[in-house]
């Protein structure tokens, strides 16, 4: 997907106006609990700063439903930005107007400004034209850094793009789009793809964009139980979605017909209920039915030693969503023996959504991971052939 970089940009003593992802978790006390989206921006910034380039930074951060919302002010945000940057991080009270137009227009060279919460706005969700035209008017060049907002069609994602001559990708936007691109359209084999999470309804468009791309795709987490219900199997109390139980035999035919090697668990970790205080134990999914008064919980001991012999053979292996209820450290096993087992397999490891970049943390190895995706919703929807509006704006190579 050759898409302009910021690399390609002349930014020298230009106003660069950057849609970042500073979407960051906030303890109690106001104090961030999780820099990680700050600091995947920090090559993009310190790129653009050490080329002379004036920046202007926007973001969205939680959900105001268009109006402002101090709890949700990116105010702090720009002092942390400013420890990371080791540099003064100016901060405008709003993102239109006068307090965004005056900050930016004396920015010098070198310096940065953070604009406030574009989503005070309504008009931002909104892709409004005229807010669209006031926030492009802060800047002479447009980059995208912020993969996670790439699939919402907003203001500052899509619409201010048709105000500038180009739009660039920031290096963090590069990054992921050349990963999943390689991933879903010429993966070095064998090629692996582990999708786990709740809901068949959340992955099943992922699992039919991918089956004729991988050479095994491997299924974990509560959705697989849907899935043995399509196949006739006891499920007990486990979590399945009754009303797509006809899609996932859709499925599971479609992969049959066309010889897809398409891998339900082979066992399964089951309790009474989900505490970590429940006994638990292993039942063979074959020989072995779930037990009515109880629920599977997470993948069973010869499943982990399946699936990680899948991924030591791969050459290339995607992982989106946990194989259990990760939150509860007795059921967790399954989801940190897959983060073990990526972090040495010794090839070319793609990681995506929550529970599975927090299980890496929990295993301890997130720096053994190849590319680790700060944009749940917009891989999915990547992964699952959809065009994503952020990036068919920008500007083709």
């Known amino acids: 997907m050759p898409k302009l970089s910021i690399r390609d940009l002349d930014l020298e003593g230009k106003r660069v106006f950057v849609r970042v992802d500073f979407n960051v978790p906030f303890s109690a006390t106001g104090e ?73 227009g004396g920015l010098r060279n070198g310096e940065v400004l953070l604009i406030e919460n574009l989503r005070f706005h309504p008009e931002e969700e909104a892709n409004d034209s005229e807010f669209s035209r006031q926030l492009a008017s802060l800047g002479e060049l447009y980059v995208n850094d912020a993969f996670g907002s790439a699939h919402r069609a907003h203001a500052s994602t899509a619409g201010m793009t048709r105000f500038f001559p180009q739009a660039a990708t920031g290096f963090l936007m590069e990054k992921e789009l050349n990963y999943l691109t390689q991933a879903t359209s010429s993966p070095v084999r064998p090629f692996v793809a582990l999708l786990g999470g709740a809901k068949v309804s959340d992955k099943i468009e992922v699992i039919e964009n991918l089956l004729p791309i991988v050479d095994v795709l491997l299924i974990g987490g509560a959705m697989a139980y849907t899935f043995m219900r399509a196949v006739g199997q006891s499920t007990g109390k486990s979590l399945v979605e009754e009303d797509k139980i006809d899609l996932a035999r859709r499925v599971l035919v479609l992969a049959q017909a066309r010889n897809y090697r398409l891998q339900l668990p082979i066992d399964h970790l089951i309790a009474e209920k989900l505490d970590a205080a429940s006994p638990t134990r292993a039942v063979d999914g074959a020989k072995a039915p779930i037990p009515d008064d109880h629920l599977g919980v997470d993948i069973g001991p010869k499943t982990i030693e399946l699936y990680s012999k899948e991924i030591a053979q791969a050459k290339t292996v995607l992982w989106n969503g946990p194989m259990g209820v990760f939150e509860i450290e007795p059921f967790a096993q399954g989801t940190l023996a897959i983060a073990q087992a990526l972090a040495s397999f010794g090839g070319t490891s793609i990681v995506g959504g929550g529970d599975s970049l927090a299980a890496l943390a929990a295993a301890g190895v997130e720096d053994k991971i190849t590319h680790v995706s700060t944009g749940g919703g917009a891989s999915l929807e990547f992964l699952a052939g959809k065009k994503l509006p952020g990036v068919e704006v920008l500007t083709d190579k």
């Open 32 to 104: 961030i609990t999780d820099d990680t989206r700050v600091r995947q921006t920090l090559p993009t910034l310190e790129y653009a700063l050490g080329r002379g380039a004036r920046l202007i930074l926007a973001s969205h951060l939680g959900r105001p439903k268009g109006k402002p919302n101090p709890k949700m002010s990116l105010a702090p945000v720009a002092g942390h930005l400013g420890k990371l940057l080791n540099r003064a991080v100016a901060f405008a009270s709003d993102c239109v107007g006068p307090p965004a137009d005056e900050a930016a």
